[in-house]
């Protein structure tokens, strides 16, 4: 049941993000209001994996395997470049701060930091689901062959 | 209960986060970058530096007429020869750089696609 939850909602974050991730094809009206979409999923799938995350932490300078060490600094990494995306979005908004009467100051001094950032946050992105690759695969498969593969029922039993 | 704490605590940090960053990009970008203004009628457009309300929707600012001038948005002079007068009239709020990001994500799912097909045809 947490796992099905966990897939669900990282599929959501998915999508939402690569449509907010790609503002030449969306246009800005649409970018910048899915991603502030996109910052509300991420913050959900940080809250669920927040007990891993004190874990890990809590153990990075002991005994560690080396995965779950490199998780936590990719997400870490991630976590930092999202804010940095989402702060200096903020900076060159033309229509979220405009919806609410507001304009901000510095335009060439964000765009640089949002176009940056927003690239890195990507090759992140990426780093992450590759390194998830196999929990993905396996929790898919387990789902889709769940639902659509029949159980046949053990002898003596009845189908309900 | 639990899921409360990590919700305030994942808050909290993205808030303590958010505000490092504004103060590291605020302190290299300074004095052009401030808090967001409240767009009023007789604010500063921050396209051109005029006090239109017509250029508040920020949009590409218009092409400059012979002895026209606009406020450089980086160094505050007026100059038609202003270094980033071709970006206000072109680049400005135009997601150029997002093809990188299309070439990123192409590459990764041609790299994804290769892997793929070679695990299925051994």
Redesign the interface.
């Given at each position: 049941m947490k796992t099905t939850r966990d897939l669900i909602i990282d599929a959501v974050l998915l999508a939402v993000y690569?449509v907010a991730?790609?503002?030449?094809?969306t246009g800005?009206l649409i970018?910048e209001w899915v991603s502030i979409g996109a910052l509300l999923v991420a913050?959900v799938h940080?809250?669920l994996h927040?007990?891993w995350t004190v874990e890990t932490a809590r153990r990075f300078l002991g005994k560690l395997a080396v995965a779950p060490r490199w998780n936590l600094v990719i997400d870490a990494a991630a976590?930092?470049a999202f804010?940095?995306v989402?702060?200096?979005g903020?900076?060159?908004s033309?229509h979220v701060?405009?919806a609410f009467?507001?304009?901000?100051?510095?335009?060439?001094?964000?765009k640089p930091?949002h176009?940056i950032s927003?690239?890195v946050l990507?090759?992140l992105v990426?780093v992450h689901l590759a390194m998830h690759w196999k929990w993905i695969v396996t929790a898919v498969r387990t789902r889709v062959g769940a639902t659509t593969t029949p159980r046949s029922p053990a002898p003596g039993q009845r189908r309900s | 209960m639990k899921t409360l704490k990590a919700a305030f605590a994942v808050i909290a940090i993205t808030v303590v986060l958010s505000v490092a960053v504004y103060a590291a990009v605020a302190a290299v970008g300074s004095p052009a970058v401030t808090l967001p203004e409240r767009v009023t009628t007789d604010s500063q457009c921050p396209v051109a530096g005029c006090t239109s309300a017509s250029c508040h929707g920020a949009a590409p600012a218009p092409e400059l007429a012979p002895g026209e001038t606009m406020t450089c948005p980086k160094v505050g002079c007026e100059a038609e020869s202003c270094h980033a007068a071709d970006r206000l009239v072109s680049h400005y709020n135009e997601p150029k750089t997002s093809s990188l990001n299309l070439w990123i994500l192409g590459l990764s799912v041609f790299t994804i696609a290769m892997i793929a097909i070679s695990l299925y045809v051994k």
């Open positions: 690569l991730a790609n503002p030449a094809t800005l970018h913050l940080t809250v927040w007990d976590l930092l804010i940095t989402m702060v200096s903020f900076g060159v033309r701060l405009l009467g507001y304009f901000a100051p510095g335009y060439f001094v964000w930091v176009s927003a690239v990507l090759a990426i | -």
